[in-house]
């Protein structure tokens, strides 16, 4: 290899193809002593480059020349990407999108993909949009454009007193959206980060949060289906929880439980998580570090007074901890139960009072199992935005 550095120098790029991919590596590997130099500065893209390295250099000891182009069979590819999953998940999605292509007539099913084709569908992929992020979608230079800030209690009794005399379901959601800056139809963060779907979900959820609060069972059960439109004794036992839990004597209670249902969806942002450290990568976590780190992407969380931003981070701590969702599906192994419980108890030991807030561990559990019912009135709605609202 020594006695190659200087050629090896001049052929800057091999390449290895297959239908619709270019895989290509640049640079100089080699001093001018013909030792090999390679300077590794961060620990990012190992799995790629070895995945890289897997294939070519195989056809290291077949190529006639040092710039041939090789052709990558698919079962040579297939035994290559079977170890990286993240791998996988690349070539998955490219396949979908080429497929969608080919389907939509913007390519023929050829061996020779055109490069714009190729290029397009590779930039559909969750890994390029992650690693090729605009100066916009970087946590710190995030800025939400047009807002009037974030909202505070008094705005949410407001908004709570207004729908009690009579606000319908759509003047509830324009006045959420207008509100809540994560939720803005065009510059909010859930428009930069995530989708309409998630948006319309946290617009939902805070909206039927509006109905639990107010008792409002016609406006909750409008936009569902006649003949499975939730019964009034179960409507009751909701009313029941919303007494138990003691949110409605406690608006700054009420302001944590709306700032919780606009943001938590944030969690999923493929591009947020890729800018949080590792600890904070499960997607609840990944929201507390936002309102730790970076109040930017979440400003409705700065309109909470220290006490309450604890509050809110603590359930979405226990959140983190256990899923209710999976619990209500008779899915949760009794190992996650017991840890959950051992976690409370470490919660209660530690004796967590704020006591200018009014507001303890088994506060926070409350809102937690609240906060739980509230996520779930959010599943269904329309991804056009025409029915957010249960």
């Keep these: 290899a020594g006695q190659q550095g200087a050629d090896l120098r001049k052929a800057r790029r091999s390449i290895a193809s297959l239908p619709g991919f270019d895989f290509s590596f640049d640079g100089e590997a080699y001093n001018d002593d013909g030792s090999f130099h390679k300077t590794v500065s961060t620990c990012e893209f190992y799995s790629e480059a070895s995945l890289f390295m897997d294939f070519t250099h195989s056809f290291s000891l077949t190529a006639s020349s040092l710039v041939d182009v090789h052709a990558l069979h698919a079962t040579a590819a297939a035994t290559c990407f079977k170890e990286f999953p993240a791998s996988c998940h690349c070539i998955y999605e490219y396949a979908r999108a080429l ?55 008094a705005d949410i009794q407001q908004l709570l007193d207004r729908a009690r005399e009579g606000l319908s379901p759509a003047e509830v959601t324009m006045h959420i959206a207008a509100t809540f800056p994560e939720v803005h139809p065009a510059h909010g963060s859930h428009d930069s980060f995530t989708s309409n779907a998630e948006r319309n979900k946290a617009i939902a959820c805070m909206t039927n949060l509006v109905w639990l609060l107010t008792d409002n069972y016609s ?17 009751n036992q909701l009313q029941a929880i919303i ?51 970076f109040s930017n992407v979440v400003p409705s969380s700065t309109a909470l007074g220290d006490g309450m931003q604890d509050m809110l981070c603590q359930i979405l701590q226990m959140h983190h901890r256990f899923n209710v969702g999976q619990f209500i599906q008779a899915e949760n192994s009794p190992v996650t139960l017991e840890l959950f419980s051992q976690y409370l108890d470490k919660l209660n ?24 019912v509230t996520v779930m009135c959010g599943i269904g709605a329309d991804k056009g935005g025409s029915k957010t609202w249960g």
């Design 99 to 153: 497929v969608h292509e080919i389907l939509e007539d913007n390519c023929e099913l050829v061996d020779d993909i055109r490069h714009e084709v190729s290029l397009a569908c590779c930039m559909k992929t969750e890994s390029y949009r992650v690693f090729n992020l605009n100066d916009s979608e970087l946590m710190r230079n995030f800025q939400i454009k047009g807002s009037t800030g974030p909202c505070s209690t």
């Design 219 to 235: 406006s909750f059960t409008s936009q569902q289906p006649v003949g499975t439109q939730l019964s009034k004794e179960r409507w």
């Design 243 to 293: 007494g138990w839990v003691g949110i409605r004597e406690k608006p700054a209670w009420a302001h944590v439980m709306f700032v919780l249902l606009g943001i938590k969806g944030l969690g999923k942002s493929s591009k947020l998580i890729s800018q949080v450290p590792d600890y904070y990568t499960h997607p609840d976590m990944a929201v507390v570090y936002l309102i730790q780190r």
């Design 349 to 372: 030991a530690a004796n967590i009072y704020k006591e200018n807030e009014g507001w303890d561990s088994y506060s926070a559990y409350r809102m937690f199992l609240l906060s739980a």
